[in-house]
């Protein structure tokens, strides 16, 4: 796990109705790599609907394996961010845009993996967008 990235909240949309709040939140963090798995300090609510996610290596990624890395929600989703092999080149790109019922069953963040041992350099942006709902007031 790295250390205490700063975390950014793009923005917050809400539609509210009875009491009840439908938000939609972007946050962001770049992430240094360090270790054998570096975790987002990002944390997607329990209940979340997971919309998208972007990536952009800020830092060159370096590895004592190849080099390349992978990405995957963990805890409330397993769904892959980006597949095993992505290219550790500064400014490649991943974008993912996820299927409408994504709802993460527990506070998720996203692991960074190397193919083998350990990072040793390497920062990557990290943006991701998701939607929570509250209840309606009571009566």
Not at 54 to 82: E, H, R
Request: aromatic share 6%.
């Amino acid at each position: 796990m790295s250390g205490s990235p700063a975390i950014r909240d793009g923005g917050v949309q809400q539609l509210s109705f009875g009491g009840a709040q439908l938000r939609r939140q972007t946050v962001s963090e770049v992430l240094t790599l360090t270790g054998a798995t570096t975790d987002t300090s990002i944390a997607i609510p329990s209940g979340a609907r997971l919309l998208a996610v972007a990536l952009n290596v800020d830092t060159t990624v370096v590895n004592s394996g190849d080099n390349t890395w992978a990405a995957a929600f963990i805890t409330g989703s397993s769904t892959t961010v980006a597949s095993a092999g992505t290219a550790a080149a500064q400014n490649t790109k991943v974008t993912l845009v996820l299927a409408d019922d994504e709802v993460v069953s527990a506070t998720t963040e996203i692991r960074f993996t190397p193919p083998s041992g350990t990072f040793s350099a390497g920062a990557i942006e990290v943006v991701v967008w998701y939607e929570t709902l509250s209840d309606l007031s009571d009566a």
